[in-house]
């Protein structure tokens, strides 16, 4: 197999559709490239809808099809070069280059979208909960989702005031909204993430929920936190470092 530095090799940095809109399911986008692997494909396209594995967010699945042709994309391969962000499409089946019809698996998607801005809300809610800044050291968004953060943790009493508030604030129907600024303005939000920005990236996407905090965040989120639904605290362990939160949405 070739490395995923060879396969971008010769193309642009992919328009990442899900950034814009992270509510489209389908797309029609452009196949540039295809790499044969036994009964896999590796496919590189102009454009994409299927979110890599990044940033404690699970890859998408889904297919890419056209004229009765298939891949069924098992996952989706984030790459950096100096261009930018290159997303690489690998799964079981075939297509040819040109014009093909793109399609994430929804549920899976909405459910990481949920967690996802379940997660920055809850980087807020403890933040607001203990009087101290939160710092993230990573997070998990697949199956038992978490979020890890750094220092001592917070006592019981605190965690269970963080999670009444999480819930506060998703039935105030917060909206989520999106910027986009050069990279060097993201050291003055002083977000619980930026110890972990990409060192490569001109410019950052921020995310925010009502009028907290800007985080810097390539991710998918809701457009309105209502939509999380109910958001319980599971446990928390302690970790190397820090603690880390399990919780359910
Ligand atoms: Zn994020």
């Known amino acids: 197999m070739a490395g995923l530095e060879d396969l971008i090799k010769g193309t642009f940095p992919t328009k990442l559709l899900y950034l814009d809109n992270s509510y489209l399911t389908a797309c029609d986008c452009e196949v540039l490239k295809t790499v044969r692997d036994g ?9 994409t809808i299927f979110h890599p594995k990044a940033g404690g967010q699970p890859s998408d699945v889904g297919t890419v099809a056209f004229q009765g042709e298939k891949l069924e994309v098992k996952r989706a391969m984030g790459v950096w070069s100096e261009d930018g962000f290159h997303v690489i499409h690998f799964g079981k089946g075939n297509v040819q280059v040109g014009k093909a019809h793109f399609e994430i698996d929804w549920s899976s998607r909405y459910l990481y979208m949920k967690r996802h801005t379940a997660a920055h809300l809850l980087d807020h809610c403890l933040m607001e909960a203990t009087g101290k800044k939160s710092v993230t050291l990573g997070s998990w968004l697949g199956d038992k989702p978490y979020v890890d953060y ?35 303005q993201a050291g003055l939000l002083g977000a619980p993430n930026e110890e972990r920005l990409p060192k490569s990236a001109k410019e950052l996407r921020l995310v925010r929920i009502g009028d907290f905090e800007w985080i810097p965040c390539g991710g998918t989120h ?28």
């Open 39 to 47: 009964k896999n494909l590796y496919l590189i396209s102009d454009a």
């Open 150 to 184: 750094a220092g001592q943790a917070p006592s019981l009493q605190d965690l269970k005031s963080a999670e009444r508030l999480e819930n506060e604030y998703i039935e105030q129907s917060l909206p989520v909204t999106f910027t986009v600024v050069p990279a060097e």
């Open 222 to 249: 809701l457009n309105n936190a209502i939509e999380i639904g109910k958001f319980s605290i599971d446990t928390v362990i302690p970790i190397d470092g820090g603690y880390r939160v399990y919780f359910t949405v």
